[in-house]
């Protein structure tokens, strides 16, 4: 979300600083008698303006621009102690309300919310909407749909692609027709009563062939006649499709930038593997293959009907074969409680609808970080079991984050969670701290030479293969960090060590224990006293290479500017 933080004094700024997170939120000190034009001017240029101010000052400055609840950015105030955050407009369509949420999280703040369904804790259908990015239509009637949700503590509703859907949030009761319905969920355009509300999922895939260079205009156009003749409205659209030859066009590009879904590029592989009875095209004589739209559409899901073609523009669509907006995303939990988590990774977390992982790296985590998000917990060995239920849950239509602790392409579960999710549902990896860089920091900087990093675990590698791997990091002098010491014949392990890095010339190690975390220790030893006394699965061996030295109670390493150099001669003078 696009956010500006507005702030008036140095303890306001200073407020706004710790609240936005870079990127996207960007921090506004206001001159003295600009607060209109600066609000004027960030109107349509953000989601979201956060007043760290009073109520009255943000009312004033904002109410000369509202114009509507689906367009206007929301508006927030954060009172400049940091106490209290409250979503003033745009709380549901304009997503302000869970904004606000995520915002008074950072800091540990009160969130103040005025809204009817929110005090009462429901989900009402306006919220529903912008928080899967569906449109609200038949907006009259929502104060009464809402009203009723309010009386009765329950909701009907209503749609007709079951399989298309996520989970519903609790309180939504499901309806036997469209008539006894509150809510209508459907892609399809419906006359809705007066008491009725209608949501329309992205749950549709568009195929879409066309001539080279074809502007934008006539793309537009031609979708647009398809989707009228399937009596879908362009915000059911979730993504468009096209093969590998049609993937770089700027027309196609420039739609679905307009449109805010992707291009999905279809492996030729993947559309010779389909079965279908597809309209004869000319892309079998060009491209050699069965078709384009009608093709690239079912490789989502079910077909709706044949292809529209006009002016060298093919179109095609299918409903989604999975539940729209299900993603996985494996997530570094860093070395500890938290704080070393990347901003993307708050992100993440606060957009998450479960979190799934190893039960404890969740209990790591701040409790307020999970609140409201369903979380499954699992024991150590059972890798496998919970990257399988990530991915289940993101094929439901959930947004999932698999925690993997330290960084997850290091001894994590990047690789088996993304191998997993090929082909099911999109997944992502973000990055996180690992414990030798929390226990480089903890010592020192013990290898800006360079560092190697091994796992002594044979639970899933062959020994003869860690041995190796061993053996080779001794003869490279570097600083060496080992992990995951089992205790299966640790003994046996841990002599390895002190005979392959004895021999290469390492003279101590350095234990430590739950680096990155409350009550980290580090235990310095000379390497042939190294032993399985105090060594376990929360301990990193950390072994200082042939260029690191002692300097007091640190350990440097050299990487050969004059100053080091400069030192040298001096202790040896």
Known sequence: ????????????????GRLAEGGDETVVRVAPGAL???????????????????????????????????TDPAVLVVTEDGSTVLPVTCAHLGGGRDFAERIAGRTGASLLLT???????????????????WKLLGRAGLPAVNRA????????????????LPPMPEGYRPAQSPGEASVIISPYGRDLAPRQVQLVPRCIAAGMGCRRGTDLDTLR?????????????????????????????????????????????????EILSLDGDFTPSAASRH?????VAEPCAASAGPLLGRRTASDGVTVAFSLLSH??????????????????????????????????GYRRYAELLPPAWLRGKTVETYSMGEEEKRVERAVSLAEGGNRVVLLSGGDPVLFGLAALALRTARGRVPASVIPGVTAAQAAGLMTGAPYVNGLALLSLSDYLQPWENVRQALEGAARSGLTIALYNPVKRELDEKLAAVREIFGAAGYSEVHLVRDAGRPGASVRRLPLESLSADGVDMRTLLLLPGSSVERVGDLLLDRRGY???????????S
């Open 221 to 269: 156009r031609v979708l647009f006649l398809a989707l009228e003749a399937e009596g879908l409205p362009a915000e059911s659209l979730a993504e468009i499709r096209t093969v590998e030859e049609k993937g770089d066009e700027p027309g196609l590009s420039a739609l679905a930038g307009e449109l805010g879904v992707p291009v999905v590029v279809v492996d030729r592989e």
């Open 36 to 70: 209109s034009e600066t609000v004027a001017r960030w109107w349509t240029a953000a989601d979201a303006l956060v007043f760290v101010s009073s109520l009255g000052v943000a009312v004033r400055a904002a109410a000369p621009h509202l114009r509507d609840k689906e």
């Open 115 to 133: 809204t009817s369904s929110d005090r009462a804790g429901l989900t009402a259908p306006d919220l529903l909407a912008s928080r899967r990015s």
């Open 323 to 356: 539940p729209e907006g299900g993603r996985l995303t494996v997530l570094g939990t860093g070395p500890g409680d938290g704080k070393y988590l990347t901003l993307e990774g708050r992100r993440a977390l606060e957009e998450a609808d479960a979190v799934v």
């Open 287 to 291: 491209l050699g293959l069965p078709g």
């Open 1 to 16: 979300m696009r956010a500006a933080f507005f702030c008036f004094s140095a303890p306001g700024e200073a407020l706004a």
């Open 149 to 164: 949700f309010l009386e009765a503590r329950v909701i009907s509703w209503w749609t007709d692609v079951p399989a298309a």
């Open 562 to 572: 004059r100053a080091e150099r400069a030192g040298e001669r001096e202790a040896n």
